[in-house]
């Protein structure tokens, strides 16, 4: 299985951005979807999480409410809506993916390459 994510860039404070996962080499509707990020000299951290039926999902405190997750199961992807970005929703964004639910763990079995979101003030 291979995620693709892709979707990152430069974006002033306020503005929005929308990351895709594309996955490919498996049924992409068997598996729970999940975003982390690493912020500069940080560690790993949750961000958002979908189940395989999209009617199951998990935010971060953190992004709650300005985060949005879905999924296109016709076109295997995975996106993460973000709105009213702030500097510190700056670091490099990773999907992931699992045939199980796994919440906020980061236990999954495949991880894409991660993309860059700089949130500027």
């Known amino acids: 299985v291979q995620l693709q994510a892709s979707g990152g860039g430069l974006v002033q404070a306020g503005g929005s951005l929308r990351l895709s996962c594309a996955v490919s080499?498996?049924?992409?509707?068997?598996?729970?979807m999940a975003w982390f990020r690493r912020a500069p000299g940080k560690e790993r951290e949750f961000v958002a999480a979908?189940?395989?039926?999209?009617?199951?999902?998990d935010y971060a405190d953190s992004v709650k409410g300005r985060f949005d997750i879905y999924r296109d199961n016709a076109k295997n992807t995975c996106y993460l809506q973000m709105y009213s970005l702030k500097p510190e929703d700056t670091a490099v964004y990773y999907c992931?993916?699992?045939?199980?639910?796994?919440?906020?763990?980061?236990?999954?079995?495949?991880w894409g390459q991660g993309t860059l979101v700089t949130v500027s003030s």
């Open positions: 992931a993916a699992d045939l199980y639910y796994k919440g906020t763990s980061e236990e999954y079995d495949y």
């Open positions: 080499g498996g049924t992409f509707r068997a598996y729970t």
């Open positions: 979908i189940s395989w039926t999209g009617d199951l999902t």
